[in-house]
């Protein structure tokens, strides 16, 4: 019994507002798909952000559809998530995922927690912001629970885990039941191996390169899927590695010798098939920004599907720059650093996931997050009001003044 493991492919991401790269997404899918099916695996795991958003375009609904008919043909079921990309934060919402049940997709959801595949039991949750961890936490409990009554479970996921992830984390390591087999992890766009619980704990990473500080792993691990054989307990991984479909080229120039320099790159991408994308830092430039911008515009533009120039002036220290680089705090650290202040955890979570959710201008989700925590920390059960006032009157034989305390913020 084997299996392939898959995320964050974000169908539908124009990355840099170019359709080339939206492009080079599908191409990249269909490409794993293919390399899938070569494999002759039983099934498949998709572990969220399937799709760029929650509301995919016709073009990325079909490029799915596409790959999901191919697999089927070839007889081997998917098993999906919604993760943060592909969700919609509402209770009465449902993620594009279930759009494919009907094809036989088998879509993990709250309502539907657990699979068995033969012998293996597939169970996972779809994506849960911060603010709402205390719930995917008692979710987690049961699910665990469950698999203890099997001898090859695997948990699918979409959260960032403190162990491997910046500030920004869910779940802390601890906070995974240590239970099953195989963790089948998305959400980090990185590719990450490790060893938990009773075997091993995957994050295959993204497909394309998503955000260009994914580079640096890109070139250590690759992009792709893995290859999970599940025959004896202990789950083995193989990566799968896929590349992507245009080249990413990062290189410095001195503003000293430029025109030899930009004749160097010009050199290197003219073979190219596909257009790359340029990440320059031009050197000690003078005062003429402008002018080298037209220089390297004039020599690369029909070579390059995209530039993105960074000049350094001369004069100026880099060591300096470095530093400062990594002693400043992004819009995130900030705002943690602040919202710790009021000393209670849940606000912070829920300050974050608000901040998070309302940069994207996602307010129904935003009053819909406000709303969850207000149930969870200020709910008041009809029944045990009634009980506890049963039990003052038992107490006294005064009539009691009752008053209605709500239940703390802080639990
Ligand atoms: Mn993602």
Same mark, same amino acid.
């Given at each position: 019994?084997?299996?392939?493991?898959?995320?964050?492919?974000?169908?539908?991401?124009?990355?840099?507002?170019?359709?080339?790269?939206?492009?080079?997404?599908?191409?990249?899918?269909?490409?794993?798909?293919?390399?899938?099916?070569?494999?002759? +695996?039983?099934?498949?795991?998709?572990?969220?952000?399937?799709?760029?958003?929650?509301?995919?375009?016709?073009? #990325?609904?079909?490029?799915?559809?596409?790959?999901?008919?191919?697999?089927?043909?070839?007889?081997?079921?998917?098993?999906?998530?919604?993760?943060?990309?592909?969700? %919609?934060?509402?209770?009465?919402?449902?993620?594009?995922?279930?759009?494919?049940?009907?094809?036989?997709?088998?879509?993990?959801?709250?309502?539907?927690?657990?699979?068995?595949?033969?012998?293996?039991?597939?169970?996972?949750?779809?994506?849960?912001?911060?603010?709402? +961890?205390?719930?995917?936490?008692?979710?987690?409990?049961?699910?665990?629970?469950?698999? #203890?009554?099997?001898?090859?479970?695997?948990?699918?996921?979409?959260?960032?885990?403190?162990?491997?992830?910046?500030?920004?984390?869910?779940?802390?390591?601890?906070?995974?039941?240590?239970?099953?087999?195989?963790? #089948?992890?998305?959400?980090?766009?990185?590719?990450?191996?490790?060893?938990?619980?009773?075997?091993?704990?995957?994050?295959?990473?993204?497909?394309?390169?998503?955000?260009?500080?994914?580079?640096?792993?890109?070139?250590?691990?690759?992009?792709?899927?893995?290859?999970?054989?599940?025959?004896?307990?202990?789950? %083995?991984?193989?990566? +799968?590695?896929?590349?992507? #479909?245009?080249?990413?080229?990062?290189?410095?120039?001195?503003?000293?010798?430029?025109?030899?320099?930009?004749?160097?790159?010009?050199?290197?991408?003219?073979?190219?098939?596909?257009?790359?994308?340029?990440?320059?830092?031009?050197?000690?430039?003078?005062?003429?920004?402008?002018? %080298?911008?037209?220089?390297?515009?004039?020599?690369?533009?029909?070579?390059?599907?995209?530039?993105?120039?960074?000049?350094?002036?001369?004069?100026?220290?880099?060591?300096?720059?470095?530093?400062?680089?990594?002693?400043?705090?992004?819009?995130?650290?900030?705002?943690?650093?602040?919202?710790?202040?009021?000393?209670?955890?849940?606000?912070?979570?829920?300050?974050?996931?608000?901040?998070?959710?309302?940069?994207?201008?996602?307010?129904?989700? &935003?009053?819909?997050?406000?709303?969850?925590?207000?149930?969870?920390?200020?709910?008041?059960?009809?029944?045990?009001?009634?009980?506890?006032?049963?039990?003052?009157?038992?107490? &006294?034989?005064?009539?009691?003044?009752?008053? %209605?305390?709500?239940?703390? +913020?802080?639990?």
């Amino acid at each position: 019994m084997k299996f392939a493991h898959l995320a964050d492919t974000h169908l539908g991401y124009r990355q840099f507002g170019l359709i080339e790269r939206e492009k080079d997404f599908y191409e990249v899918f269909e490409k794993i798909i293919d390399n899938i099916i070569e494999e002759k +695996v039983d099934f498949v795991i998709h572990s969220g952000d399937l799709f760029e958003t929650a509301r995919p375009s016709p073009i #990325a609904l079909l490029t799915f559809q596409k790959g999901l008919l191919k697999l089927k043909g070839a007889g081997i079921p998917m098993y999906a998530i919604a993760g943060n990309h592909d969700i %919609v934060m509402r209770n009465d919402s449902i993620p594009p995922q279930v759009i494919f049940k009907k094809l036989g997709l088998k879509v993990i959801s709250p309502i539907n927690t657990s699979y068995m595949h033969g012998d293996i039991f597939i169970a996972g949750l779809p994506f849960y912001p911060s603010s709402q +961890v205390k719930n995917l936490k008692s979710k987690l409990a049961d699910l665990s629970k469950k698999a #203890a009554n099997h001898d090859k479970s695997i948990l699918v996921l979409h959260q960032g885990i403190d162990k491997y992830f910046g500030p920004n984390f869910e779940l802390e390591i601890g906070d995974l039941p240590d239970n099953f087999n195989y963790y #089948a992890l998305g959400h980090i766009h990185n590719y990450i191996n490790d060893n938990f619980g009773k075997g091993k704990l995957v994050y295959p990473g993204s497909s394309e390169v998503w955000k260009t500080n994914e580079l640096k792993d890109y070139k250590e691990n690759g992009k792709g899927f893995v290859i999970v054989d599940f025959e004896g307990p202990k789950p %083995v991984v193989k990566r +799968v590695k896929v590349d992507i #479909a245009r080249t990413f080229i990062e290189r410095s120039l001195d503003y000293s010798n430029l025109e030899s320099g930009i004749s160097g790159l010009k050199e290197t991408i003219q073979g190219f098939d596909k257009k790359p994308i340029l990440d320059l830092n031009i050197n000690n430039v003078e005062s003429d920004t402008n002018r %080298v911008y037209e220089m390297i515009k004039e020599e690369l533009g029909d070579l390059s599907l995209m530039i993105r120039p960074t000049f350094n002036m001369a004069g100026e220290d880099d060591l300096d720059v470095i530093i400062n680089q990594t002693d400043s705090l992004g819009p995130d650290e900030l705002l943690k650093e602040q919202l710790d202040s009021y000393g209670e955890e849940s606000v912070t979570r829920l300050g974050l996931d608000l901040y998070h959710y309302l940069s994207k201008d996602k307010i129904e989700e &935003s009053e819909d997050i406000l709303k969850q925590f207000f149930d969870d920390h200020y709910h008041v059960e009809i029944e045990d009001v009634e009980m506890d006032i049963e039990e003052i009157e038992d107490k &006294s034989d005064e009539k009691p003044n009752v008053q %209605v305390t709500f239940k703390e +913020v802080l639990e």
